[in-house]
């Protein structure tokens, strides 16, 4: 059975209801004698959210659900769709993979020409269904649906002067503080006090919100996270305008990407067209770096540049920095392909997938009653020992966090019948955590932050270990248009003056 919260929807109460689904068990286990653990807990960096928002289209619900559809990798908690129709509002929302959550039945019960949806994964308030995005808040502004992706780091400060002055919070989400924001303003206009209540808070957000007629799409004035506009030419009327926290949502929806909300701006979508405005300037950029090492698919096009030809550049400057004699370059998948394709062009060694991922390994699995070694990281990888077998292996990931599941691939690739195995990480040591959105340990837990580079090779039992340069990945995003860049999970040098000093104390022990 699978729980969904409907908020506004016609002819049902607001409610959280039941339906049959649990798509992530085989149908022929009962779920109460399954053991269900996490998948390799605490050694991966998650993804955020995705966000998408549709104007001016007659099926605006379906066209939300395969933009969700397209990010899902960005977060696989939760999923919902708000849908506004010029009168009502209506919201559904879900704990699971927008597949699961969004059948036939339940986009019918969506109508309405504007839409936006979330796909989440938690990383303030708790995962409750409450929390699950849109969030739908009647305020004194009228009906507002928000989806946030990213993270407010001056958040209690906030909430406490809120709730001083009256507020009541529905959720313990931080995106419900820019709509108590709004509620609170004292601006004449909604436009006006969206942008007096984004102008208050600090650290990263890309939203998008709808009204009952109107959408907006927003990001923070640095440009933490991405967020771009597409249009679908309609030939027989006004043309269809989109949002997505990254273009691969607008390949599937046929849209044509038109250029990336500024950091800064507030776009309106209204019947009369779009409008915008920046509602904060001069302060400098600083776009997630990490968005184009690891988060975002090779098929978009984030803070100006495909993240493909990035990756492929990090591979390349990789080999350049750091290339070690050996007879095959073999990515550990999904994420390390295109740097590892971008390493073997520029070292001249032949790529091969020497790990194959098992792709239908869920967020959890069915653990067997005897704990099989490794047995996580077996589960969703798997060696081709052919392709290994008495071979000096070059290993490419895309990062290191705790250092438990590197040495888990650095085994199995030698248990493989390796004859060296060299692992090389397309970015430079993970040293700090993050704040803006990102699920990173704190620094105590971060193997680089407390270890030297020789100290981490020595743990994952790998011949030999390199990291790239922090300048060769910063060439490696250049636009040419000076885009800059957060680095501050590589630096410890945050762009914003809230952070959580309690993450950022030292490990007291080394590994
Ligand atoms: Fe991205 Fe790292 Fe900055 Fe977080 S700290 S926004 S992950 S670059």
């Given amino acids: 059975m699978m729980q969904l919260l409907f908020q506004g929807v016609d002819g049902v109460a607001d409610r959280t209801a039941e339906v049959r689904s649990c798509p992530s068990l085989p149908s022929t286990v009962p779920a109460d004698s399954c053991s269900l653990q996490p998948v390799e807990p605490g050694d991966t960096l998650h993804e955020e959210c995705g966000v998408v928002a549709v104007h001016g289209h007659p099926d605006a619900a379906r066209q939300a659900y395969l933009g969700l559809y397209a990010l899902q990798h960005r977060g696989q ?3 919902g769709i708000a849908t506004a129709n010029g009168q009502h509002l209506s919201n559904i929302k879900g704990m699971g993979l927008v597949s699961e959550i969004f059948t036939e039945d339940v986009l019918h019960k969506l109508p309405g020409t504007m839409a936006i949806g979330h796909t989440r994964y938690s990383t303030t308030g708790d995962s409750a269904l409450l929390n699950a995005q849109p969030i739908r808040v009647d305020s004194t502004k009228g009906l507002i649906a928000i989806a946030h992706n990213g993270n407010l780091v001056n958040l209690g400060n906030v909430r406490e002067r809120l709730e001083r002055e009256g507020a009541y919070f529905q959720t313990t989400s931080d995106s419900e503080i820019i709509v108590q924001l709004i509620a609170h303003s004292g601006r004449h206009t909604l436009v006006d006090c969206i942008a007096d209540s984004l102008a208050q808070v ?5 939203i998008v919100m709808m009204t009952r007629d109107r959408i907006f799409a927003a990001r923070d004035p640095r440009g933490f996270r991405p967020l771009s506009m597409g249009r679908i030419r309609n030939p027989n009327g006004p043309d269809t305008i989109v949002f997505a926290s990254e273009t691969c949502a607008f390949d599937l ?3 044509e990407y038109e250029r990336d909300v500024l950091p800064g701006e507030l776009v309106m979508v209204t019947e009369d067209g779009v409008t915008s405005r920046q509602y904060a300037t001069g302060v400098p950029q600083s776009s997630c770096i990490f968005e184009h090492v690891y988060f975002a698919r090779p098929d978009s096009r984030i803070f100006g540049r495909w993240v493909q030809e990035s990756r492929d550049q990090m591979g390349r400057q ?3 920095e750091s290339g070690v004699p050996a007879d ?3 990515p550990v998948p999904d994420s390390g392909v295109t740097a590892a394709l971008g390493y073997a062009e520029e070292a001249r060694l032949p790529f091969r997938m020497g790990l194959i991922r098992n792709h239908y390994v869920g967020r959890t699995f069915i653990e067997p009653e005897q704990r099989v070694r490794d047995f996580g990281v077996r589960l969703k990888l798997n060696p081709v020992r052919n392709l290994l077998e008495g071979k000096r292996v070059v290993l490419i ?3 290191i ?3 438990t599941t590197s040495r888990k691939i650095v085994r199995m690739v030698r248990g493989a019948g390796a004859k060296e195995v060299h692992l090389r990480i397309s970015c430079p040591p993970t040293i700090s955590p993050c704040f803006y959105g990102v699920d990173t340990p704190s620094k105590r837990d971060l193997i680089a932050a407390n270890n030297s580079v020789e100290q981490i090779r020595h743990f994952i039992e790998a011949d030999s270990l390199a990291y790239l340069s922090l300048e060769g990945l910063l060439k490696c995003c250049d636009n040419g248009e000076s885009n800059r860049f957060c680095t501050a999970c ?7 003056q809230w952070v959580d000093v309690d993450e950022i104390l030292p490990a007291t022990a080394n590994v």
């Fill in 318 to 320: 990789l080999a350049r």
């Fill in 401 to 403: 966090i705790r250092g």
């Fill in 397 to 399: 990931d895309d990062s």
């Fill in 77 to 79: 908690e939760s999923a």
């Fill in 202 to 206: 600090e650290g990263a957000f890309s």
């Fill in 490 to 496: 590589y630096t410890g040098n945050y762009p914003t």
């Fill in 253 to 255: 929806l046929r849209a």
């Fill in 328 to 330: 095959v370059i073999v």
